[in-house]
């Protein structure tokens, strides 16, 4: 990932999915910088919608090897919400909601955060299935990534 010697600014895609939901679910990344690409991809074989959105981002901030300024695209209002408007509220509340309850995907929003904390991030929302380029791609990477875990031939 950026070395010390290529540019700081890395432009992310991310996404994920189940199929039924909950049920075998994949997510995928696409991080771009200095004229480089890199795909990340993975699946379970029971999972959530959530839980895949949170570890696509999670995985591509985990890849990167040194702090970078980020723009990272995501399909999931969830993970834009969360990690933009929640989450300091779930950290001051001790990972309970603002009713009371525990946050569900608490282990992923912990290890989100903790990619997030030395990297300058600007969360973007993209609509999905819009035409957007590397949204669509992490769409089909994850698309795959799912077929895999739920153990359907490529």
């Not at 999915?17 to 379970?44: F, M, Q, T, V, Y």
């Not at 973007?124 to 698309?143: K, P, Q, Y």
């Amino acid at each position: 990932m950026p070395t010390d010697s290529s540019p700081a600014v890395v432009e992310i895609w991310t996404d994920g999915g189940c199929k039924p939901n909950p049920g075998p679910g994949g997510w995928a990344a696409l991080l771009r910088w200095g004229g480089h690409e890199r795909e990340l991809s993975g699946g379970e074989a029971e999972t959530t919608n959530n839980r895949m959105e949170l570890t696509a981002a999670a995985a591509a901030l985990e890849a990167l090897s040194r702090p970078c300024s980020v723009r990272l695209h995501t399909d999931s209002e969830y993970v834009r919400n969360g990690i933009t408007r929640w989450s300091t509220g779930w950290v001051r509340r001790n990972w309970r909601s603002a009713s009371g309850d525990p946050v569900k995907n608490m282990d992923l929003w912990r290890r989100l955060l903790d990619a997030s904390a030395r990297h300058q991030i600007e969360w973007l929302w993209v609509r999905g299935h819009s035409g957007d380029e590397g949204n669509e791609r992490v769409d089909r990477l994850a698309t795959q990534a799912r077929d895999r875990a739920a153990g359907q031939p490529q």
